[in-house]
């Protein structure tokens, strides 16, 4: 089965400061995505890439980045992390091709103090 | 935009009643629909796809029928499990040369004895 890994998979931040979420996918999928899921809300995709080298805007990039160095890796960057994005995060790799489905990875927990 | 409307927040069933989750779209293209289902503490994982040549997709006793004509891709079981108690997400790639994959705000299902 297709591995999504995530690291941490629990994090404390502070206000203010920068935390970096990491995923490896061994998949060799092209596509790779970034969600938060928040009760209420549901999964609200942040960014996503097609391919090394690339990222796009999803829904919510506000206050995200997201870096993809190498087909395996997909970064999802909190500059300046927010109370208000306290959340878990799950991190997916798919084909680019439209009716496949897409791999999670078991999520980060994210909690900024 | 694209968007995915599902039946909101919570559904409590009787074990052996059956089962049926409203998912409705709004797309640019013609999508693919998907069902996910995320049991507690794990990660969202495929459940059902939709098909372009028109067949029923069964899994696991669920299927889903695409209805173009009213945008739906109604989850229905005929008769639920206390196992089938889990978060469930519809969600829509809207094809092109866009694979944005975008979920609706999910329905937990509770099964009781």
Redesign the interface.
Known sequence: EAAVTQSPRNKVAVTGGKVTLSCNQTNNHN?M?W?RQDT??????IH?S?GAGST?K??IPDGYKASRPSQENFSLILELATPSQTSVY?C?S?E?V??T???????TRLTVV | GDSVTQTEGLVTLTEGLPVMLNCTYQSTYSP?L?WYVQHLN?????LL????DNKRPEHQGFHATLHKSSSSFHLQKSSAQLSDSALY?C?Q?S?GSN????????TLLTVTP
């Open positions: 596509n995505y969600y209420g809300h549901g999964l609200r995709l996503y097609y796009e999803g829904d799950f997916a798919g680019a439209a009716n489905e897409v791999f999670f990875g078991k999520g | 693919f998907f794990e990660a969202p994982k495929l796809k939709s098909f372009t997400y969600a790639n094809g694979y944005k994959l975008t979920f609706g705000k999910g």
